[in-house]
């Protein structure tokens, strides 16, 4: 009879276990994130002045920043591993749940890009691809970070054409998708000082504003490129956010903490600097700016009109609640809002209690 209960004892606590290792690992998931769902278009917000059916096929788009996949350099093994997970889990089931027709993930993909050679580079593009694998329905696009290439001062042709190379993505770039038109700029180049990255990227800059014009019919003799049959105010993706003193008028649930929330930002290091920012508001007018860096959230209306979002880093291991954007498009009007993920510390706190119990 005591062997029988003793053996009881041990399958009860098995079953516990699994069952806390299931609803962590994997069921919290599907829990927290079918909570959130594709925001509404509001109607009294549609511009009129852009020429739009009632019957148009909105874009559905996910923006998220910040991966740090970690090289073989920093981190222990099992954070690595236990990173990637979450990750891979919260990735997968917002494809599951939400099914976007586009995906943005806005620089510091890698964690050690700017430091490994080519075989080390080429494991972390394969870990890249593994986790962040997509249906063949839905398009993934990326733009560079400083821990993917470098900071101004450390990148190099060689670390740029790389990154380019292996993930298709460009320092500038333009994507139309139902005639809503998606900028997406390598922020590293925007330094101003001509540098062998930064002349060609403002040059780019540039000719997409002219074409952005064109579209607009601000110049009439004028060949519209392709995909800019119709005009409609861009969305600007890039890793730095826009000039900005500090996080201290952010006010967002995934905002910095209030220690660091009062620190100054140096340009061209925790933002764009004034004038780069001035420029790219001149150039794009852009009615949305989605951006990240930070590994905090922020929102904030740039010139009365453009929205920008900073969203916090997709890694918990750089942020207690972790966030990405769901945003939907049509030509003439849009909407956005936040999607959370299970918050780390409430994890930590079901494991603590299952192993209290």
Same mark, same amino acid.
């Given at each position: 009879?005591i062997?029988r209960?003793?053996?009881?004892d041990?399958y009860?606590?098995?079953?516990t276990l699994?069952?806390v ?9 599907? %829990?927290?994130?079918?909570?959130? @769902?594709?925001?509404s278009? #509001?109607p009294h ?8 059916s009632?019957?148009?096929? $909105?874009?559905?788009a996910m923006?998220?920043?910040? /991966? ?12 690595k591993?236990r990173r ?7 990735f997968q089931t @917002? ?16 964690d050690e890009?700017?430091?490994?050679n080519?075989?080390?580079f080429? !494991? ?5 691809r593994? %986790?962040?694998?997509?249906p063949? !329905?839905?398009?993934l696009?990326?733009? @560079? ?8 001062? @450390?990148?190099?042709p060689y670390?740029?054409q790389?990154?380019v190379?292996?993930m298709k ?10 005639n809503?038109?998606?900028v997406?700029?390598n ?5 101003? #000082?001509?540098?062998f990255?930064?002349?060609p990227?403002?040059?780019a800059i540039?000719? =997409?504003?002219e074409h952005? +014009? ?5 110049? +009439? ?8 049959a119709? &005009?409609?105010?861009?969305i ?9 003193v ?11 903490p209030?220690k660091? +929330? ?18 790219l508001? #001149? ?12 590994h905090?959230g922020?929102?904030? /209306?740039l010139?009365?009109d453009?929205?920008e979002?900073? /969203? $916090?880093?997709f890694n918990?291991?750089? /942020?207690?609640? $972790? ?16 999607? &959370?993920?299970?918050v ?5 706190l =079901?494991?603590?209690?299952s192993?209290?119990?």
């Amino acid at each position: 009879m005591i062997l029988r209960k003793r053996y009881y004892d041990i399958y009860l606590i098995i079953c516990t276990l699994v069952f806390v290792l299931f609803f962590c690992e994997y069921f919290i998931y599907y %829990l927290v994130l079918v909570q959130c @769902a594709w925001p509404s278009l #509001d109607p009294h917000k549609t511009i009129s002045t852009i020429s739009s059916s009632n019957n148009e096929n $909105p874009v559905r788009a996910m923006f998220i920043a910040d /991966i740090h996949l970690l090289g073989p350099r920093q981190g222990h093994w099992f954070d690595k591993l236990r990173r990637e997970w979450q990750m891979y889990r919260a990735f997968q089931t @917002a494809i599951i749940l939400h099914a976007p027709d586009v995906i943005f993930i806005l620089g510091d993909v890698f964690d050690e890009g700017k430091w490994t050679n080519d075989k080390e580079f080429n !494991n972390d593009i394969s870990r890249f691809r593994s %986790l962040f694998s997509v249906p063949n !329905n839905i398009h993934l696009f990326t733009v @560079a970070g400083n821990h993917d290439i470098g900071f101004h001062y @450390a990148v190099t042709p060689y670390l740029n054409q790389r990154f380019v190379n292996k993930m298709k993505a460009p320092s500038v770039r333009r994507i139309s998708i139902r005639n809503n038109h998606f900028v997406l700029i390598n922020s590293v180049a925007l330094e101003g #000082d001509s540098c062998f990255l930064c002349k060609p990227t403002e040059m780019a800059i540039n000719k =997409i504003g002219e074409h952005l +014009k064109c579209a607009k019919e601000v110049h +009439k003799n004028c060949t519209k490129p392709n995909g800019l049959a119709t &005009y409609s105010r861009p969305i600007l993706l890039q890793h730095y956010p826009m000039y900005r003193v500090s996080d201290e008028m952010c006010n967002e649930p995934d905002q910095a903490p209030h220690k660091i +929330k009062n620190i100054h930002f140096r340009e061209r290091w925790e933002c764009l600097s004034k004038e780069a920012s001035e420029q790219l508001l #001149d150039i794009v007018n852009p009615r949305l700016i989605v951006d990240g860096h930070t590994h905090y959230g922020c929102r904030r /209306i740039l010139r009365d009109d453009t929205l920008e979002f900073t /969203i $916090p880093s997709f890694n918990w291991r750089n /942020i207690n609640n $972790p966030s990405f954007l769901l945003g939907v498009f049509t030509p003439s009007n849009f909407s956005v809002s936040k999607c &959370y993920m299970p918050v780390e510390s409430t994890v930590i706190l =079901i494991y603590s209690i299952s192993d209290n119990d």
